[in-house]
């Protein structure tokens, strides 16, 4: 399959996202730099006017509505500028995925790289999704109170609100539309750049998954005999140990890619990990001690995205230990005991090698699978607990 029909079926979504970000390697840089300073203009401002909003009306509560939404334009701009520091890598995983598919397989394996690229496009859909209808929240929950004029007026004009807390150091009630326009195009470019730099950090996994798969099917099918009609074995004990080597080819290959995965997305994971614990500590407090209205619903939308956010991060680790496993399981099958001794021997290397298999860690510290998604939520409600009993 060629890079375009790839990026057709597959990647379509994720490398639109990708391009508006800026961070397509092969985009012209024209359009790159273009994209990036728009972006980084709008949420550098936004940015400031949280600090602001902070640093003129200090209190804990002023502290404690910025935060959530600091910690998500922050980590916005450490997820742009991680691919965009790291280009020429990240151009490097491009290319292999074009030159893995490229290459003449058999069919099965062929289907196994197939599923896995299917649920790369899946989980992009159910994320991008996801993300739409939250912005569509944010964005619109401000409007209410105008729509409710509308339709059932008082004596008095209902309270304007704001997508996210912000100082302007304008007339807030001039220029509302103004504020509300910068403020929605900061949602807006948060949605941009968390589904290009997570969608596609989902599908680089995916396919370090499908190689690690088509690894372990090669070793567990290496040492299938075929039989002629004499009964006489057809491979040669060179072939057999021919098609392991080939195998352990592929569960090489399949390990350097996860590497430059693991080298792209070192710090990227450990940042974004730090941020959503906190935001999701603050956003429990704010909804913990909030009314049934409009910025009640707000703030629960953004505690979904931030779940959401680090799910989807955390279970890709998950899946890289599951195909791990079925490697291991794929090499007991094989009939490795019907092979020449030296053959034999590659397989107890291997089966060794897979007892400490390469794992995707958030700065080496904390490594990603479902466990630690567990434990991020665990120790966030811990900090919500404390931050209550400070109250």
């Known amino acids: 399959m060629d890079a375009a029909t790839l990026e057709k079926r597959y990647l379509k979504v994720t490398k639109r996202f990708v391009k508006l970000s800026g961070i397509w390697p092969t985009e012209t840089k024209f359009f790159k730099y273009l994209a990036r300073f728009i972006i980084n203009l709008i949420v550098v401002t936004a940015v400031v006017t949280q600090t602001a909003n902070v640093v003129c009306f200090y ?46 397989r058999s069919k099965e394996e062929l289907n196994i790289m197939t599923t896995y690229a299917i649920r790369g496009a899946f989980f992009t859909f159910f994320y991008v999704g996801n993300a739409y209808f939250c912005v569509f929240v944010f964005i619109n929950l401000p409007h209410i109170p105008r729509i409710l004029d509308k339709i059932t007026p008082q004596n008095e004009t209902r309270h ?170 794929n090499i007991y099958e094989a009939m490795w005991y019907n092979a020449p001794v030296k053959t034999q021997a590659l397989y107890l290397f291997v089966l060794r090698k897979a007892l400490t298999p390469l794992e995707l860690t958030a700065g080496g510290f904390v490594t990603m699978n479902l466990q630690s998604f567990a434990d991020v939520i665990k120790t966030s409600v811990s900090y919500f607990t404390v931050l209550k009993s400070m109250q």
Not at 81 to 102: H, M, P, Q, R, S
Not at 172 to 190: G, P, T, V
Not at 239 to 249: D, G, L, P, T
């Open 59 to 104: 209190s804990m509560d002023t502290l404690v509505d910025d935060m959530p939404f600091m910690m998500a334009l922050i980590a916005l701009l450490s997820k742009q500028w991680t691919y965009v520091v790291k280009e020429k890598k990240f151009k490097l995983l491009l290319d292999g995925i074009y030159e893995d598919w490229a290459i003449n």
């Open 160 to 329: 304007r609100l704001f997508i996210y807390p912000a100082y302007y150091a304008i007339d807030e009630e001039k220029y509302y539309y103004a504020i509300m326009a910068h403020m929605s195009l900061a949602i807006i470019s948060a949605l941009v750049v968390y589904s290009a730099c997570d969608t596609m950090y989902m599908f680089l996994v995916q396919h370090a998954c499908s190689l690690m798969a088509v690894s372990g099917y090669r070793f567990k099918h290496a040492i299938n005999f075929s039989i002629d009609e004499k009964s006489k074995n057809v491979d040669t004990p060179n072939e057999i140990h021919r098609k392991v080597c080939y195998a352990i080819q592929g569960h090489e290959r399949a390990n350097l890619y996860l590497k430059e995965i693991e080298d792209i997305h070192f710090h990227y994971l450990l940042i974004s990990m730090i941020l959503v614990m906190i935001g999701v500590s603050v956003t429990l407090f704010k909804i913990s001690a909030m009314k049934m209205n409009t910025d009640f619903y707000k703030y629960c939308s953004f505690l979904i995205v931030q779940l959401m956010h680090i799910f989807f991060l955390s279970i890709q680790g998950q899946f890289l230990a599951n195909v791990n496993d079925e490697i291991y399981d």
